[in-house]
Structure formats: structure tokens, C-alpha cells
């Protein structure tokens, strides 16, 4: 018979004897077990309080992309992903436009939205009303929820309230727009629907259900552009061909999604070595995208009156500074000590800016030797170690396969073999 999935009490064990009961459930050998148990720097007590039945970490390389300038300013990138060329890319494209100023960048605001779904109703239209007309009220209500927030300059802002056709008949969705500052916001928005529900259902005489902040930050854009000279990229037609590229990716979604996802590499790695929300992020560009009805490109671009390629890029960006992991986790303080960043508003513009330079370099790439020549080159050394390469070989490996522009497994094992014969 096979082993239970269901481990009772095992929220309750220390790492110790968690570790020992995987060992016997899993058939694990010592050697995994003390892999699991080294895997975090950080203390386990720590670790144990981010998340549940913790065992250990996993670690995310953390890198540096250089070259960047980000509203005059030179500033030092900090990177955390798995994927090989994502922060070469982002080093390589900023170098090719610090003659132009690198980039610029903008934030519409810092509010989010949490909204409150109100359901059997006959008469959507007078409950939308009668929410309207305590407009004033509701603001004092969700006001109340969180004095810091107001003595930080958040608080509400806004009140906008939708009539919507479902399945399951017209429901009414309140939206509170609210100043986060420099939270994310989740816990404050979330804390004020909450609070706020049973008075709209006492006032409109429905049914609250779901109480939930959107990640559809759309009030919270995040904008970036920036301008590379034709020649300093190898001409017009390079222009052009980026150019071709990026109208492939808003008019078609199979490719706008591979075309927003390289946009994502680079913001998810600055999103996750600041201690941010990845999923949140990721879920409200991916829902951005889709504004219009149809999946599109999250950057656009064109060329400038010089003849140059202007590239622009608008996106939600609903990251903080304080709250969760990003206050708590060491590794994300010093990232956001490296970024030299105190505000929010300063981070997102970064992150999109980042974006901006993932997406140029890729088009780029794709548009002259293709995307595989410079990222097989990077991921040759994962490939070696695969192998089973060590040391010094890791590298020979990797330029053996280099050179042959042949990057496999099997080709890898067999350098390695002769090298060792050898």
C-alpha cells in the first residue's frame, strides 16, 4: 500500500523531524536530506514563519545588470531568476542607449482597488444608486480600518460601482479606490471590503459575497521608454526588423505571449529579488494585456523623426516597500539598499524599465541571429554541469559545445568523456 499523503500534526514538528519523516515516507537517502536541510541561507525560524510546513529553501540566483540609467541616474539592478541571458540582455540593451539618456519612466499612481461582489438583487440599478449616494460614508468607514495609512497620506480616494451580467444573473461590484503609498496594499484594501460588506448588503438589501482586491492594478501603471540610435544597433534595418517583430506580437496572441512573457523576465526577477509578489504582479500584465479584448503587446515600438527606434512600455505595477516578505526577508532589504530606492512609486518605474530592456533585447535577438545563439552560449554551462562536469571542466565543456554550435546533453556527456580519457 501506498503512503498517505495526509501527514497529520506535521505543521507541528521542527525542521528535524519533518526532514526525518519525508526521509522515511519518501525513501529518501541522507545525502537528500541534507541537501533539503542546508538548502536555506536564511534561519529556519524565519523560513518557518513565511510559509507553511516549511522544510528549507530554495535558492534563486541573484545577479547584477549594470549599464542601466533610469531618469539620469546610473543605478545597479539586482536580478533574481534561473533563466541564463535574461540579465546579460537587460546589461546589453542598457549599454546601447546610455548615448540617448536610457530611460524614463512614470507611475500613474500608487491606489489599488479592492471590490465587493453583491448578488441577489432584482433591482441592480437602485443598489448601485443607493451605494453611490454614501460615497462619504464609505469613506470614513474604510478610513477607520487603517489610521497608519492615512497618517501616511493613503487612505481612500475613490468610490466606482459596476453593474455586471453573469450566468448567474446581474451582480453589483463595489469598487474602493485606495492610496496605498508605498504598500502593495493587499492587507489595507482587502481589511477595508471586509469591513465595508455587510453595510452594502444592509444598504442595498442583496447578498455580500466575494471581498478581494483586484490584481488588475490599473490605476497603478507603471510606464517606461527609451530611445536607441539605428547605428548604435546595427542600422536601419535592425530598426525595422524589431520593429516588423513587435507588430507580429500585438496582432497575434501566440505570440504576444511569448513576447509578454520575455517582458516578464525581466520584471518577475526585479519583483522577486525586492521580496515582491510575482503571481500578482504577472497576473495583472498578463490581464492588461487583455484589456482591449483581445491579448496584445505590453510594449510598443516606432521610429523617431531621426530615424531612430523608440521603444515604450505600460504595464500595472502594484509593488511595495514595507509589508510582507519584502520587509522581513534579509536578502530583499539588501537588494533594495543596492537599488538606493525609497518609494514605491521609484521601484515600479525601475522594474518596468527593466521590462523594457528584457523585451529590446529579445526583439532584438530574434531579429538578426536569432534568440538561441546567445542564450545556448549562456546555458552551455548548466548543460556541462548536467553532465555531470565539474571544476574546470565545466567551462571546457561549454566551449567545446560553443564552438560546434551543438549544445546537448549527449554532446556534453561525450566531450566530457574524452576530455577524461584524455
Not at 83 to 110: H, M, P, W, Y
Not at 227 to 239: H, L, Q
Not at 305 to 331: C, F, N, R
Request: charged share 20%; hydrophobic share 45%; glycine share 10%.
Amino acid at each position: 500500500m501506498e503512503n498517505s499523503s495526509r501527514l497529520s500534526g506535521f505543521y507541528q514538528l521542527g525542521q528535524d523531524e519533518r526532514l526525518n519523516l519525508l526521509k522515511s515516507h519518501c525513501a529518501l537517502d541522507d545525502a537528500t536530506i541534507q541537501t533539503l536541510k542546508d538548502s536555506s541561507a536564511l534561519p529556519f525560524d524565519l523560513v518557518n514563519r513565511l510559509v507553511e510546513n516549511a522544510i528549507g529553501g530554495f535558492t534563486v540566483p541573484l545577479g547584477i545588470a549594470t549599464n542601466m540609467i533610469i531618469d539620469g541616474q546610473d543605478i545597479l539592478i539586482p536580478m533574481a531568476t534561473e533563466e541564463s541571458s535574461v540579465i546579460a540582455a537587460v546589461g546589453n540593451t542598457a549599454k546601447q542607449c546610455r548615448d540617448t539618456g536610457g530611460f524614463f519612466t512614470s507611475l500613474s499612481g500608487t491606489e489599488m482597488i479592492a471590490q465587493v461582489q453583491i448578488i441577489g438583487l432584482t433591482d441592480p440599478w437602485t443598489a448601485r444608486a443607493k451605494v453611490l449616494e454614501r460615497k462619504d460614508e464609505i469613506a470614513d468607514i474604510c478610513n477607520a480600518c487603517d489610521p497608519v495609512l492615512i497618517k501616511l497620506g493613503g487612505g481612500f480616494r475613490d468610490l466606482e460601482v459596476r453593474i455586471i451580467d453573469t450566468r448567474s444573473g446581474p451582480m453589483v461590484i463595489v469598487h474602493l479606490i485606495v492610496d496605498t503609498r508605498d504598500a502593495m496594499g493587499a492587507n489595507a484594501v482587502n481589511t477595508m471590503a471586509e469591513t465595508l460588506a455587510p453595510r452594502l448588503s444592509e444598504w442595498t438589501g442583496g447578498k455580500h459575497h466575494l471581498r478581494i482586491l483586484s490584481n488588475l492594478a490599473d490605476r497603478r501603471v507603471a510606464r517606461a521608454r527609451a530611445v536607441w540610435k539605428a547605428e548604435a544597433i546595427g542600422g536601419s534595418d535592425i530598426v525595422q526588423g524589431i520593429i516588423a517583430a513587435a507588430d507580429f506580437a500585438d496582432a497575434d496572441p501566440y505570440r504576444a505571449a511569448t513576447h509578454n512573457k520575455g517582458i516578464m523576465n525581466g520584471v518577475s526577477a526585479v519583483t522577486l529579488a525586492t521580496g515582491n509578489d510575482t503571481r500578482a504582479i504577472e497576473a495583472g500584465a498578463h490581464a492588461f494585456a487583455a484589456r482591449t479584448g483581445r491579448y496584445r503587446s505590453l510594449s510598443h515600438y516606432e521610429v523617431t523623426p531621426q530615424g531612430d527606434l523608440a521603444g515604450s512600455i505600460e504595464l500595472p505595477m502594484a509593488l511595495g516597500m514595507v509589508g510582507g516578505a519584502t520587509k522581513v526577508h534579509p536578502t530583499a532589504q539588501a537588494c533594495l539598499k543596492i537599488l538606493g530606492v525609497t518609494s514605491a512609486a521609484r521601484l515600479s518605474g525601475i522594474a518596468a524599465a527593466v521590462g523594457l530592456a528584457q523585451n529590446f533585447g529579445a526583439l532584438k535577438a530574434l531579429s538578426t541571429v536569432g534568440i538561441q545563439q546567445g542564450h545556448m552560449a549562456l546555458h552551455a554551462q548548466n548543460i556541462a554541469i548536467a553532465a555531470g562536469a565539474v571544476g574546470d571542466e565545466i567551462a571546457r565543456v561549454a566551449l567545446r559545445m560553443t564552438d560546434a554550435k551543438t549544445i546537448r546533453q549527449d554532446v556534453a556527456e561525450s566531450i566530457l568523456v574524452e576530455l577524461r580519457q584524455t
